[in-house]
């Protein structure tokens, strides 16, 4: 079995295997994108959650955001000197506002693929 993992569907970014737990404590395996969270159904086995992730992968769509995350990266690091050079947040107040909205896309990465499996 081929254990390598495609990119996320959702941003691009890197997947990994993780594992959960059911209502009864059973283990239980997933893949979940590192960068967004993003997620695929829970299986029994290893290679069934590796199979689901990667069917759902649309490998032109994943370039096309990895492409357009490499530029949107670019203007947050000219945003974040901007900002910087005209003394309106320090590095540190940036950051955090930084990882409010980072966490306010986590949740919205998980509606949509809620309302995705329905």
């Known amino acids: 079995m081929n254990d390598k993992l495609k990119p996320c ?3 691009g970014g ?3 295997v993780s594992i959960g737990h059911n209502g009864e404590n059973e ?3 997933y893949v979940e994108c590192v960068s967004c969270a993003g997620m695929a ?3 029994k086995y290893r290679a069934e959650a590796i199979t689901a992730w990667n069917a759902r992968t649309k490998d032109p769509q994943v370039a096309d ?3 357009e995350n490499k530029r949107l990266e670019g203007e947050i690091k000219k945003l974040k000197k901007d900002m910087k050079d ?3 947040l320090t590095e540190e107040e940036f950051n955090k506002w930084m990882a409010e ?3 306010k896309d986590t949740a919205n ?3 949509n693929c809620k309302s995705m499996k329905k």
Do not use: R, V
């Open 9 to 11: 569907p959702f941003c």
């Open 14 to 16: 890197e997947a990994d």
């Open 27 to 29: 283990e239980l395996i």
């Open 41 to 43: 159904n829970m299986y």
């Open 65 to 67: 955001l990895q492409a």
């Open 86 to 88: 005209a003394g309106l």
């Open 101 to 103: 909205q980072a966490l």
């Open 109 to 111: 990465t998980h509606i």
